[in-house]
């Protein structure tokens, strides 16, 4: 049996927490069991039934009301030992990669962060993502209990081949005052006007220096917004102080996985490539044709960003009425 620690939003789950549950129904048999903190509400339950999950196992109590790795790991692994889990298993997101890493080292086996494929069973033999996604190892989990998180669009989420009537199991762990030393006390709004979640997105929109300063974003932002998607910069954007850090691209950044990826006045350093070369598709804007996003790209428009984006806008504008 499979424990996924499924991520929540308003929405429900999170898509890369759906694209994990469908991630372990490639291995063959496996039953699976969600974990989410708070109450599964109908739209999570609907959600989860249709990933094929048999419990929904719900964290409550005061020491799940905040983000604490620790705590939250305490209670996995609670919860692994109760259900007697053979693998547990969160999306490869900065939380599910710190809360699995805390649980394998409680468990004393190893864990794989960013797996995009399961090459063996029994033993359990993956392949993940490393160097920041510009090599595959191949990593072999022989512990009993296999410990690893999925890599953002492994696999797109889809429903199991039958729906489930999932139990919901309210679990109100023990956690030690230890554990529960570093949790988040207060969060702040984002200074900037919401531009979407870079690592779910499936259109992005990268700007780097070539926007030329802070004020030059406007038609980047309003593409972005056309086409329903995250804006994401490089480093020396944030660096300038031209947009927050939370937007940045690469090594040091989100790494983005979209269907689309539109970089404009990037030149596509070797660590911004780490964090956007797994697009399914990218669109380059620049203005130096040897630049090497330009020559890595499926496609490229050699041309000023200034001139070629608001030109995007406008037909993009005309389509959608
Ligand atoms: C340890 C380490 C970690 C790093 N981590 C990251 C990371 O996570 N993410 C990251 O991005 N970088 C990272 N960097 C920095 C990286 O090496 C590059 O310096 C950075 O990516 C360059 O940003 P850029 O492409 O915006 O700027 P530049 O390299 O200066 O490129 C600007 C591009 O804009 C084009 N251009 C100029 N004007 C226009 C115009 N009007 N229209 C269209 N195109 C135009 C130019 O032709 C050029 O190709 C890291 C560096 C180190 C050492």
């Known amino acids: 049996m499979i424990v996924v620690l499924v991520e929540t939003e308003e929405s429900g789950a999170s898509v890369v927490s759906q ?12 039953e699976v069991h969600a974990v989410v903190v708070g ?14 999950v048999t419990a929904i ?10 983000y604490a790795a620790a705590a939250w790991a305490a209670a996995l692994v609670e919860v692994v030992s109760t259900a007697s889990a053979t693998a547990v298993v969160a999306a490869g997101t900065p939380r599910g990669n710190e809360i699995l890493a805390h ?6 086996v190893a864990m794989a962060a960013n797996v995009i494929a399961v090459d063996a069973v029994d033993p359990l033999v993956v392949s993940r993502q490393v160097v ?18 999925v890599a953002g669009h ?12 999932p139990e919901v199991v309210q679990a109100e762990p023990t956690v030690s ?3 529960l030393r570093a949790r988040v006390v207060r969060t702040e709004e984002r200074e900037s006007a919401d531009t979407g979640s870079l690592t779910s997105a499936r259109v992005v929109v990268g700007a780097g220096r070539g926007v030329g300063g802070a004020d030059g974003f406007d038609d980047l932002v309003e593409l972005t917004e056309l086409l329903g998607g995250a804006l994401g910069v490089s480093r020396v954007v944030t660096s300038l102080g031209w947009r927050p850090h939370h937007e940045q691209v690469g090594q040091t950044g989100s790494r983005v996985a979209p269907d689309v990826y539109i970089p404009c006045g990037i030149s596509g350093a070797i660590q911004h490539w780490a964090g956007c070369q797994s697009a399914k598709t990218i669109l380059a804007i620049n203005t130096d044709a040897e630049a090497p996003m330009v020559t890595k790209a499926h496609y490229a428009v050699v041309g000023d960003l ?9 037909e993009l504008r005309k389509r959608l009425g």
Do not use: K
Request: overall charge negative; proline content about 7%; aromatic content about 4%.
């Open 57 to 66: 196992h719900c964290l409550v109590g005061d020491s799940f009301t905040a």
């Open 19 to 30: 694209e994990a549950l469908t991630f372990v129904r490639t291995i063959p048999g496996a």
């Open 154 to 165: 492994a696999v797109d989420p889809a429903p199991a081949p039958s729906p489930t009537q």
């Open 103 to 108: 649980v394998a080292t409680r468990l004393d």
């Open 177 to 179: 005052a230890d554990d």
């Open 132 to 149: 920041g996604g510009s090599a595959l190892e191949e990593m072999r989990l022989g512990d009993t209990v296999a410990v690893f998180t």
């Open 306 to 314: 200034h001139e070629v984006v608001p030109a995007i806008n406008a």
């Open 39 to 52: 109450a599964a509400d109908a739209t999570l339950r609907a959600q989860l039934a249709e990933q094929g």
